[in-house]
Nanobody, 115 residues
Framework: QVQLAESGGGLVQPGGSLRLSCAVS????????MGWYRQAPGKQRELVAI???????NYADSVKGRFTISRDNAKNTVYLQMNVLKPEDTSVYYC?????????WGQGTQVTVSS
């Protein structure tokens, strides 16, 4: 069983930065894929950043060059560093993991970008 717990969301001004964390319980090294999705009110959940086994990453066009996904194997944690935040980045951000064709989701953390 895999459980994901996000933290690090909050209110930030446009142009600011936040780092989201996703603590993983369970066998961290067995995960095939880890990533972040987001969902704004009235919109579909969308991919933000994904990291597959081996280290390849993929980002939504809207966040390329501003967001970075990384992992700390010693802490069983995945991060999303978000820089130069824009109001349109306001969403609930969800941590995601996949193992053996089973998807796991965190409970979500709110990120609000506003002056």
């Amino acid at each position: 069983q895999v459980q994901l717990a996000e933290s690090g969301g909050g209110l930030v001004q446009p142009g600011g930065s936040l780092r989201l964390s996703c603590a993983v319980s369970g066998n961290f090294f067995s995960l095939d894929t880890m990533g972040w999705y987001r969902q704004a009110p009235g919109k579909q959940r969308e991919l933000v950043a994904i990291r597959i086994r081996g280290g390849n990453t993929n980002y939504a066009d809207s966040v390329k060059g501003r967001f970075t996904i990384s992992r700390d194997n010693a802490k069983n944690t995945v991060y999303l560093q978000m820089n130069v935040l824009k109001p349109e980045d306001t969403s609930v951000y969800y941590c995601y993991a996949r193992r053996s064709s089973i998807d796991y989701w965190g409970q979500g953390t709110q990120v609000t970008v506003s002056s």
